[in-house]
């Protein structure tokens, strides 16, 4: 991923926040819109592109353009930097790799523990029995 690339593809847009504030509230677009179109996007390959589309199906709007939005500040400054920064990590966790399971088998050691405390417990079981009389 070519990040100045994609930082350059992200478009912007501010919108008024939602929720209580007063009369301020009103006036001051300070929630910051984030959209960024991933089959149309020239800072990712192919290959992340499908990666992308897969890993974010959910949050991707039909055409997939991914959107997000911040209103946790006040300013509209600082909502652009969060939501950018949100979309980075968004980026950075959709495109990692999970690594390959190893399958492994287990220790000789800890098979025989784990059958000697079922004998150990079998025998503690058994020994509750009244005796058999016969």
């Known amino acids: 991923m070519k ?3 994609v930082h350059s593809e992200l478009k ?3 919108v008024r926040s939602s929720g209580a504030g007063g009369q301020h509230v009103n006036k001051v677009s300070s929630k910051v819109e984030l959209s960024f179109d991933v089959p149309a996007s020239e800072g990712l390959s192919d290959v992340e592109k499908e990666r ?3 890993k974010l199906k959910p949050r991707l709007t039909n055409d997939g353009v991914l959107i997000l939005q911040c209103d ?3 300013s509209q400054h600082k ?3 969060l939501v950018i920064k949100r979309f980075f990590e ?4 959709a495109l990692a790799v999970p690594k390959k399971r190893k399958p492994t ?3 000789r050691s800890s098979i025989e523990k784990r ?5 150990k417990a079998a025998e503690k079981k058994a020994s509750r029995k009244p005796p058999d009389v016969g």
């Open 115 to 119: 059958l000697k405390t079922k004998k």
């Open 105 to 107: 088998k287990p220790t």
């Open 72 to 74: 946790e500040a006040r």
């Open 79 to 81: 909502n652009k930097d």
């Open 90 to 93: 968004v980026m950075k966790k």
């Open 52 to 54: 992308l589309l897969q």
């Open 12 to 14: 912007f847009k501010a």
């Open 3 to 5: 990040k100045q690339q």
